[in-house]
């Protein structure tokens, strides 16, 4: 496993070889090009049973969920979480640097087991041994319309990603399901149904924030750790909002501003739930609501947008 400044220091000395890559389809899924010119070792990936693997659409709480799971693994002792950046400490699947950047399965290899592994992709792109071994899978989905905002601040600040253009462009983009790693729906829908078929355990962005304490207890529970309260109450405040964006082994600050500009736009920007009010006009939000409404016909599944 690589430390912690032996890939940051990698990705200073490489920072010029990202750029915004175009997408391709893989399954047809829009994926970014170097994940699509890498695709057999992602789905020829081993997975070990005692995997965990932590899924969401892009900007649902993901890093925010590896922070709560991380903090429960070792039960609650913050230094032993700082050892690294999330990015390390965790590594991202099916992320694939151009060369001599290690991608996601090569930085896999070397890390000891219980690995705690990071995706967004949908479950039909999960490589198949997950599944097969019965791996715990934590799902985290986020109401769609918070979700698409901090999508379009993530992509303006992420140089590896399509160039977002303006917002009315992008949200036409998320509806068309043209994003990197595809439909929302589709995504959210999938792992909801097929929570009960599999080691699935399915969370809510929205419900996190309303009670942290109630979710973690969740997480601890399908993970089988039992914690103190006090150490409980530890991880609620150590991946509040506020005490994460200050924490610079989740808030991504030692990815170089070429590859994430966080003076464009903050990683950790608002967390909040509602803020897509903010963004959407009264006229987008009524054809946005349409549309949600046929997509979602027939799904047991539903979000609050805000609580």
């Not at 693997?53 to 890093?63: H, Q, S």
């Amino acid at each position: 496993m690589p430390t912690s400044k032996d890939y940051s220091e990698a990705l200073h000395d490489h920072h010029d070889t990202f750029h915004r890559f175009p997408l391709h389809m893989v399954h047809g899924i829009p994926l970014m090009e170097p994940i699509v010119q890498q695709w057999g070792p992602i789905e020829d990936f081993q997975a070990r049973p005692d995997d965990l693997l932590i899924a969401t659409y892009p900007k649902a709480g993901t890093t925010w969920m590896q922070e709560i799971v991380d903090l429960i693994l070792v039960r609650g002792d913050v230094e032993k979480a700082h050892r690294a950046p999330t990015h390390i400490r965790m590594p991202f699947l099916e992320i694939c640097p151009t060369p001599p950047m290690p991608s996601g399965v090569q930085q896999l290899v070397d890390v000891p087991s219980p690995r705690v592994i990071k995706t967004h992709l949908p479950f039909q792109l999960v490589p198949k041994s997950f599944w097969e071994n019965r791996c715990k899978v934590i799902y985290v989905a986020r109401n769609a319309k918070d979700n698409v905002v901090s999508y379009y601040f993530f992509d303006q600040m992420n140089k590896t990603q399509p160039e977002p253009g303006p917002w009315e462009l992008y949200l036409r983009k998320f509806m068309e399901e043209k994003l990197a790693w595809g439909s929302w729906y589709d995504h959210v829908c999938r792992y909801w149904d097929e929570r009960t078929n599999h080691n699935i355990l399915y969370v809510f962005y929205e419900d996190m924030k309303e009670d942290p304490a109630r979710e973690i207890r969740r997480v601890m529970d399908f993970l089988e750790v039992e914690l103190p309260p006090e150490v409980l109450e530890k991880i609620v405040w150590q991946t509040s909002f506020q005490v994460m964006k200050e924490n610079p082994m989740a808030n991504y600050s030692s990815v170089p501003s070429t590859i994430l500009d966080q003076d464009v736009s903050p990683f950790m920007r608002k967390g909040e739930v509602g803020n897509w009010k903010n963004y959407f006009t009264v006229a987008q939000s009524e054809v946005f609501d349409a549309h949600y409404q046929r997509r979602m016909e027939g799904s047991s599944l539903h979000f609050r947008t805000q609580i």
